[in-house]
């Protein structure tokens, strides 16, 4: 049965709340002034990621000949789940896949495309969903497309001809071609992506910093030339392995791409194999400190360009994945299929927590991905459930607009193997247009938390309203007919320039609340 936006709200008021601990609440306090702002937040920090890769596309955003699919093969009750999360971006059509992708192969009568060896993950693509299929999916559904161009195995020309075919009006023999296969007008893609993972050695085409900044840099000047309206994002590190020379990387494709890169793409996995429930809940301390060095060598790069020249981060790969990961595990099409469970979510959210605080220089973020492979949207042939994680990348991507805010904190801490301090609180808030979004992750696993926020500057009018997202316990998971984790309704205090709430355990907790001036 299709999930609507109706049957979401639904299933807010529905479900009871969980009852709190025994355990005495912690304290923490926020203090916020309005008018100390981080930055106005990019929505693009809100996207997703659809690979040719196991289940997501075939089986999933795409599915020919189900009972669920459209007449063009798209899958409905996914598209409605899809438009529940407010995706702003999608990349596609890789990953790795992307290393071995001609562009060429996915245009024209789909009952002629040839079938290629997919060399990524060990299949045989059959091409049917292509350029067309992907451009006009995110334009029904209002999503801005990112393409990522074929930088290993492909060519220059073959990523400035994709430029041409989907961006250019007329004139050309690529948009001749564009128009033989079905679309007059062009799509306008903004968002190209200069090959994806080249740092790693596990991608086709590899190459080392220098080759990939040359090679990057051409293909660059030759799409730009075609389109000086297109933004790049280069391919930054990705391989964080002990060893890796990331910020070397980072360093080097700058040196070569300062001048035409709008974007360094970085990727990251986090996971939990140790089962060390609160070093996990730790994972985003990494995430923020790899964004502050990017900034730093992004900013080193630019000291001789004039001050309007911007870069910013790109973390266009992105989530919790490590259990459907390893040998054995990454062959045919039932392959990177994580369940996530309630621990997932809230690692997620403090996940998205760090990107708005860091919203003046990450201005992109793709969940990786969006459908069955490592998703918040899981499939069968006939149904489909919200994962864990669907809960706050959907509550983030709807509410958490307008301009991040600093926030004065202090709480009680735990120490970890890695961090010596960990708030048991970690937050964001966001200044929409008078109206504040408070984003709060207790992670503490057995005690609940009181938060006092006050404002400055401001007052609260009317009542704050909250959306907790939690479950029985920590391992809790969703299944098919089967909802443990989900989003339920609360309200919180505010009164005068004060507002109050009591977090769960282990919960992620929304809050919104209209303010006015004193």
């Not at 309200?491 to 507002?499: E, F, I, M, Y």
Request: include cysteine.
């Amino acid at each position: 049965m299709p999930i609507t936006r109706r049957a979401f709200a639904a299933s807010l008021a529905a479900t009871p709340l969980l009852a709190q601990s025994d355990g005495a609440p912690l304290k923490s306090r926020i203090k916020i002034d309005s008018e100390r702002t981080i930055a106005p937040i990019d929505p693009k920090i809100y996207g997703n990621f659809a690979e040719h890769l196991g289940r997501c596309i075939e089986g999933g955003i795409f599915d020919e000949g189900s009972p669920l699919s459209d007449k063009q093969g798209y899958r409905q009750d996914v598209r409605e789940a899809v438009k529940g999360l407010n995706v702003s971006l999608l990349r596609w059509p890789g990953g790795n896949f992307a290393s071995n992708y001609d562009w060429r192969d996915g245009i024209g009568p789909r009952d002629k495309r040839p079938a290629r060896l997919e060399m990524a993950w060990h299949t045989v693509e059959d091409n049917r969903f292509g350029t067309h299929e992907f451009l006009n999916y995110c334009e029904e559904l209002s999503i801005e497309p990112y393409i990522c161009v074929n930088l290993g195995t492909g060519t220059w020309d073959q990523a400035q001809s994709w430029v041409e075919y989907c961006n250019l009006e007329g004139g050309t023999a690529m948009t001749d071609l564009r128009k033989r296969n079905g679309r007059t007008k062009p799509w306008k893609v903004k968002y190209w992506s200069l090959g994806n993972e080249m740092d790693g050695p596990w991608q086709m085409g590899h190459r080392s910093a220098e080759d990939y900044g040359k090679f990057a840099l051409e293909a660059a000047k030759l799409m730009k030339w075609t389109d000086p309206d297109i933004h790049l994002v280069a391919a930054g590190s990705s391989n964080f392995n002990a060893g890796a020379d990331w910020t070397g990387w980072n360093r080097t494709v700058l040196d070569h791409l300062r001048h035409h890169a709008d974007y360094l793409s970085l990727h990251t996995y986090v996971g939990n194999r140790a089962n060390d429930y609160y070093e996990f809940m730790a994972s985003s301390l990494e995430l923020d400190a790899r964004t502050r060095v990017a900034e730093g060598i992004i900013r080193e790069s630019l000291t001789s360009e004039p001050r309007s020249r911007k870069i910013y981060i790109a973390w266009d790969e992105w989530n919790v994945w490590y259990r459907a990961r390893g040998q054995g595990r990454e062959v045919g099409r039932r392959i990177l299929e994580e369940h996530y469970n309630l621990e997932d979510a809230l690692v997620v959210a403090t996940m998205l927590n760090t990107f708005v605080n860091n919203a003046h220089i990450v201005k992109i973020a793709n969940m990786a991905q969006l459908v069955n492979v490592i998703a918040p949207i899981f499939t069968d042939e006939k149904r489909l459930y919200l994962q864990t994680i669907y809960y706050p990348l959907q509550l983030f991507a709807t509410n958490s607009h307008g301009t991040a805010l600093e926030l004065f904190k202090e709480g009680p801490t735990y120490k970890t193997k890695s961090y010596d301090e960990v708030p048991y609180l970690d937050s964001s808030a966001v200044n929409n247009n008078g109206n504040l979004v408070l984003n709060l992750v207790n992670r503490h696993r057995d005690q609940p938390m009181d938060v006092t926020v006050q404002l400055e500057d401001r007052k609260f009018s009317g009542t704050a309203n909250a959306v907790e997202v939690n479950g029985p316990d920590i391992k809790a998971v969703n299944d098919f007919g089967e909802t443990k984790v989900s989003a339920t309704k609360r309200d919180a205090q505010a009164a005068g320039s004060t507002l109050r709430i009591r977090l769960a355990p282990h919960s992620y907790t929304m809050v919104k609340a209209a303010t006015t001036s004193l």
